[in-house]
């Protein structure tokens, strides 16, 4: 069906950056919405940023002005910019896609694996 793998995450220290890559690949007719979610020890997982493929944006509010998000729809990928990273953007970083498949037909929603980011000095 579809695949979502991401690449990038790491060790960083505090105001350092990093990027994220995830690339889709399968049984895809086109991809709606592309997007970055994280989840921290304890905590549900949250919304980072998201991109349709128009290209409008929506980011979480406490990484507004740091991070960027940003896709190429001819290669189904998505990417995010994460610069003056702080200890708490410390998470699993999870890609997520809205597909719309060819086999089967259809959409549905399709999450990678998870890519750890851990800030810290």
């Known amino acids: 069906q579809v695949q979502l793998v991401e690449s990038g995450g790491g060790l960083v220290q505090p105001g350092g950056s990093l990027r994220l890559s995830c690339a889709a690949s399968g049984s895809i007719f086109s991809i709606n919405v592309m997007g970055w979610y994280r989840q921290a020890p304890g905590k549900q997982r949250e919304l980072v940023a998201r991109i349709t493929s128009g290209g409008s944006t929506n980011y979480a509010d406490s990484v507004k002005g740091r991070f960027t998000i940003s896709r190429d729809n001819a290669k189904n990928t998505v990417n995010l910019q994460m610069n003056s990273l702080k200890p708490e953007d410390t998470a699993v970083y999870y890609c997520?896609?809205?597909?719309?498949?060819?086999?089967?037909?259809?959409?549905?929603?399709?999450w990678g694996q998870g890519t750890q980011v851990t800030v810290s000095s």
């Open positions: 997520n896609a809205v597909v719309h498949t060819i086999t089967p037909i259809g959409q549905g929603n399709y």
